[in-house]
């Protein structure tokens, strides 16, 4: 499944004359959140009472996806795209610095229509012209180093996470969910976002939020592909995670992207 495919989705409903809205490009950009830099100097608390200082985070996002349907509550989706029209598309990769506040563009323009988008999805993927099922793309994803402190125990940390063929079960996927492409796209996505002329997608991505429920006792050799240990599986899990609560990836359109 190639994102170039899903291009003729967007340019499709666009030219749709019922679904109103007028073709654009649009400068995308991404960053941490907007007090990142603290988390460098000051650094923060887990929920399981570790104070955490990171002095490397960074994500790849290989493109990202906006869409104007919300799936069906309960609904059991077997296909990694979503439901309905895709409104908006970024298909050339980024690393982004969670440890910074400032936007880093996409090195080129996102592609889409001034239309509502209510979810999202973030490949976590080689760049738009890769194959999301490409077993053999083992782009780094996450990159963190840091130090984690609790009650006198103190653990430095550093990890490489990728997302390749490891991901996939040996036994076969139950109901697609173990599919390469599942792993690799984060989605649904709940957002509130409308393109328009003016102005430039944005998502932030807050490096707290991978650190939920991570036992930093209970890591041994770092986060690495191949370690099954409470954390690093923790790390992996919360790198997907799509909630509107306490989000990892939040998404807004900013006027001042030019």
Wanted: aromatic content about 6%; charged content about 15%; hydrophobic content about 40%.
């Amino acid at each position: 499944m190639r994102a170039s495919i899903l291009l003729l989705v967007v340019i499709a409903s666009a030219c749709v004359g019922t679904t109103g809205g007028d073709v654009i490009d649009f400068p995308a950009a991404a960053s941490g959140p907007t007090d990142a830099e603290a988390l460098k100097t000051n650094g923060f608390d887990t929920d399981l009472g570790w104070h955490v200082v990171l002095t490397k985070a960074t994500l790849h996002i290989g493109a990202l996806y906006l869409s104007q349907s919300q799936p069906v509550s309960g609904a059991q989706a077997t296909s990694c795209v979503l439901p309905g029209s895709y409104v908006a598309q970024v298909t050339t990769g980024l690393d982004v610095d969670l440890l910074s506040s400032s936007p880093e563009r996409f090195p080129t323009s996102g592609h889409g229509t001034t239309l509502h988008a209510l979810t999202a999805q973030v490949w976590l993927a080689g760049d738009g012209d890769h194959d999301v099922d490409d077993s053999s793309d083992k782009t780094p994803i996450l990159v963190v180093e840091g130090t984690a402190t609790r009650s006198g125990d103190v653990r430095p940390f550093a990890g490489t996470i990728t997302i390749a063929s490891n991901r996939v079960a040996q036994s076969g996927p139950v109901a697609g969910s173990n599919t390469l492409c599942k792993q690799r796209i984060v989605s649904p996505i709940p957002t509130n976002v409308t393109l328009a002329h003016e102005g430039g997608l944005l998502l932030r991505i807050d490096p707290r939020r991978l650190f939920v429920n991570v036992d930093f006792a209970k890591l041994t050799n770092g986060f690495t592909d191949d370690d099954a240990s409470q954390p690093t599986v923790n790390l992996y899990q919360n790198l997907h995670a799509a909630s509107a609560i306490a989000p990892l990836y939040t998404f807004a359109w900013d006027e001042t992207l030019r």
